[in-house]
């Protein structure tokens, strides 16, 4: 087994039995199973499709694919909507567990809301800098305190 940037799971083997494709989100958009075998049960990152069910369990919670929301609060309260999936901004961030954004070896990453970009250093910087929705128009205005280590990348524009 080989997995895509979501870790979604791939065989390695050159004979296809079984391919689905899903959008950024998780939707599955072609699946398709050839030869009689057994379709893959493992799709979007990881995790195992349910045939009865149209969500994914992550572990911590479900999520739903059609709304790119999971069921349950954000265990890690790491973005504004505690029920996004990775900020809404899937093309750069997964969560492999439902626990929040897997980040870089040295506790960094990077997050996008509100037009805002910005690396942040650690959750504790992350809950601080997003969890007050005055940020944007305070960016904008030039004036904000940013936590220790936040840097922003790409300034809102007014």
């Known amino acids: 087994m080989v997995a895509d940037f ?3 799971a791939a065989t390695g083997v050159r004979l296809i039995t079984a391919f689905s494709d899903t959008d950024a989100y998780g939707n599955i958009l072609r699946d398709k199973n050839m030869n009689g075998f057994e379709g ?3 799709g979007y990152t990881g995790q195992e499709r349910k045939p009865d069910y149209e969500g994914m369990h992550f572990g911590a919670r479900l999520y739903l694919p059609d709304l790119g929301r999971f069921l349950q609060i954000d265990p890690a309260d790491q973005f504004c909507n505690s029920y996004s999936y990775v900020g809404n901004n899937p093309l ?3 969560d492999l567990d439902g626990k929040g954004v897997n980040i870089a070896p040295d506790g960094s990453y990077e997050l996008s809301m ?3 970009k910005a690396s942040i250093p650690n959750d504790e910087a992350s809950r601080s800098f997003w ?3 005055k940020n944007r128009l305070l960016l904008a205005k030039g004036k904000i305190d940013f936590p220790q280590g936040v840097q922003i990348t790409q300034e809102l524009q007014v």
């Open 6 to 8: 979501y870790a979604s």
């Open 40 to 42: 893959q049960p493992h």
């Open 92 to 94: 750069l961030l997964i």
């Open 114 to 116: 509100h037009g805002i």
């Open 131 to 133: 969890s007050n929705q």
